[in-house]
């Protein structure tokens, strides 16, 4: 199989995992927290339990060792297969315990983050490093576009436990896709490090170099880190906020999270198409700002299905900040052999501040449910306003490098 064709079939086996395992996560993931009150815990319990995934997101650092020295193939393997038993264990749970251990089953799946972006990069031969990584990260969306209001019907006809199982098909049918995946994409990182290795450079000989690179990417970092982790302050409880301050039912809620998804699919693919047009600044202050809208929509006192509707949509759009943001990291490394690594502590440091900025959101909820959405427009506000003033003294540019 020449080389164009087996990137063909392996990125549309990724694209075909990405699909089912998205599928399988929106269908469950706007209830989830709802089913965890449910089995017993309190609204701090809530935010431990939700802030497990982004906690244990510095496992990334593993799986970018792991894909430098082994290749990226084995760790996307584990990191699809690990996710398989937590939705049987949330079928049968019946407290929060159980779904404590569950959520940790599927929080390591953040082993392989790095290596699919890596997997995906070094199989890109055209010179544009967002090509590859916008195709498969697509499917993502795109599974998520009718999931939720399905998830919802599912378990109003049916039960939450037949929602799970319904889960637990998806990602083994998923992780089947990545077991077919090629041993390596066209030029194996593997050959490459055993290279790097018989040229006498090991870890300690790279760590320099790999600390420079965190250093000049450091402002970067520090910007977006502020940015996802402000606007996740209470994205554990948006749908607690829905059923319980607004009084909205499982099935709205259902339809409501699915228009969450189709914002964030369009700003994906806007972005995917006019990368060239719209540089990352103006993207991230346009996407930021439509955030803003979508929390004052959220948290309106006579809300309407409509209105609920319309602020998870552009939530949506906010959201996909997140990823638009690793895709801006990964472009702007440029130390090859250390590139994993890299990459897998960036996602790191992020997630570990994401899953931070679950517990204040919880205290906020704990005092009024809207004061976690309040929190997030107001450091929101102050992270445009710092953003933009420094551009304007030239200090941030177009990439969103600070110089």
Not at 44 to 63: C, H
Not at 128 to 145: D, H, L, R
Not at 163 to 192: D, M, N, W
Not at 280 to 300: E, R
Request: net charge positive; proline share 3%; glycine share 8%.
């Amino acid at each position: 199989m020449d080389n164009i064709k087996r990137f063909r079939k392996d990125m549309i086996l990724l694209f075909s995992a990405e699909l089912l395992w998205a599928m399988g996560l929106a269908m469950y993931k706007s209830f989830f927290p709802i089913h965890v009150k449910e089995v017993g815990a309190n609204d701090i319990i809530v935010g431990i339990i939700m802030s497990i995934p982004s906690l244990l997101g510095v496992l990334a650092i593993v799986g970018g060792i792991w894909a430098d020295f082994a290749g990226s193939k084995n760790a996307i393997v584990f990191g699809w297969a690990i996710t398989v038993p937590a939705p049987l264990i949330w079928m049968f749970a019946n407290n929060w315990i159980w779904m404590l251990i569950g959520q940790i089953f599927y929080a390591l799946t953040w082993v392989c983050a790095p290596a699919i972006a890596l997997y995906i990069l070094d199989y890109d031969t055209t010179g544009n490093k967002m090509a590859g990584y916008t195709f498969v990260f697509s499917a993502g969306p795109i599974g998520s576009i009718i999931a939720p209001a399905i998830g919802g019907k599912v378990i109003t006809s049916f039960g939450k436990e037949t929602l799970y199982f319904i889960v637990f098909v998806f990602y083994l049918i998923s992780t089947i896709c990545t077991l077919l995946l090629s041993r390596q994409p066209a030029k194996g990182k593997l050959e490459k490090n055993i290279e790097y290795h018989q040229e006498g450079l090991s870890m300690r000989d790279k760590l320099p170099g790999t600390l420079a690179s965190l250093k000049q990417m450091s402002g970067m970092i520090v910007l977006l880190t502020i940015l996802v982790s402000a606007q996740n302050i209470g994205e554990s409880f948006i749908t607690l906020y829905a059923e319980e301050a607004q009084k909205f039912s499982v099935e709205h809620i259902g339809i409501a999270s699915t228009a969450l998804y189709i914002g964030s699919t369009i700003f994906t693919f806007l972005f995917g198409k006019s990368e060239e047009k719209m540089k990352p600044y103006t993207a991230l202050i346009t996407g930021n700002l439509i955030f803003i809208i979508s929390v004052f929509l959220t948290t309106l006192k006579s809300s309407t299905i409509i209105s609920l509707v319309s602020a998870f949509f552009l939530r949506g759009i906010g959201r996909s900040i997140l990823l638009f943001s690793q895709a801006i990291l990964a472009k702007n490394i440029t130390d090859g052999n250390n590139k994993g690594f890299i990459l897998s502590v960036c996602i790191a440091i992020r997630n570990i501040a994401i899953g931070i900025a679950t517990y204040p959101g919880a205290f906020l909820y704990q005092i009024n449910p809207a004061y976690p959405f309040y929190a997030e427009v107001l450091i929101t506000i102050i992270w445009i306003a710092i953003v933009c003033i420094n551009r304007l003294k030239g200090q941030v540019n177009k990439y969103m490098v600070i110089s």
